[in-house]
């Protein structure tokens, strides 16, 4: 299917247990991207990357791992998860300066 | 610094009735600017973007915006609100010097339409 795809829709998992959201999209565009989304905080970026192999921090990046080694696939890692994580996790993507295509999100929940 | 303002956090308007949200960006030079939408538990969607040229743009589901220079504005305008239109917006710039394509985000105000 063409677009952009978030895996999986909904996460329950234990504090301290490592966690990764995957991100694939089909439109070859060159960045990506991965949001969190919290009441009161809108969309905070926590990393994105510019190409395969390139990736640089956001706002919030402390607590997650990213890599790119190929061009549709950008996941992202909590390495021990933690309650403050409890979130909805958004990636996109996007060949600038075009807007930015986002997944359905991934509703994750640390207990 | 540079920031994207939405400043009426939740917005009720009847059924019919018109709506304009707000928003208002800070930056030097004219950034790219974008609408989303957010339908309860799910992605943003694009409802219209300003690159440059005709200040006033149309966008998707009877939606339009128009760019105020002179006031860093975006504001998002429908003349007719239907209960489906009840969301979450999202304002969105791109700065002119595009730092990496990241988008600065408002906080987003939430719709409600009465019936």
């Known amino acids: 299917d063409a677009g952009i795809t978030q895996s999986p829709r909904y996460k329950i998992t234990e504090t301290g247990r490592q966690v990764t959201l995957m991100c694939h999209q089909t439109?070859?565009?060159?960045?990506m991207f991965w949001y969190r989304q919290d009441l009161g905080h809108g969309l905070r970026l926590i990393y994105y990357?510019?190409?395969?192999?390139?990736?640089d921090k956001g706002e919030v990046p402390d607590g997650y791992v990213v890599s790119r080694s190929k061009t549709e696939n950008f996941p992202l890692t909590l390495e021990s998860a933690t309650r403050s994580q409890t979130s909805v996790y958004f990636c996109a993507s996007s060949d600038p300066p075009n807007e930015q295509f986002f997944g359905p999100g991934t509703r994750l929940t640390v207990l | 610094a540079q920031s994207v303002t939405q400043p009426d956090i939740h917005i009720t308007v009847s059924e019919g009735a018109s709506l304009e949200l707000r928003c208002n960006y800070s930056?030097?030079?004219?950034?790219?600017l974008f609408w989303y939408v957010q339908s309860p538990g799910q992605g943003l969607q694009l409802l219209l973007k300003y690159f440059s040229g005709d200040t006033l743009v149309q966008g998707i589901k009877g939606f339009e915006a128009e760019f105020k220079r002179s006031q860093s504005s975006f504001n998002l305008r429908k003349p007719s609100v239907h209960w489906s239109d009840a969301a979450e917006y999202f304002c969105?710039?791109?700065?002119?010097?595009?730092?990496?394509?990241?988008?600065?985000f408002g906080q987003g105000t939430e719709l409600s339409v009465k019936p």
């Open positions: 930056y030097g030079a004219t950034p790219y």
């Open positions: 969105a710039v791109l700065p002119f010097y595009n730092q990496g394509g990241k988008l600065i």
């Open positions: 439109w070859s565009h060159s960045y």
């Open positions: 990357s510019a190409a395969a192999d390139i990736t």
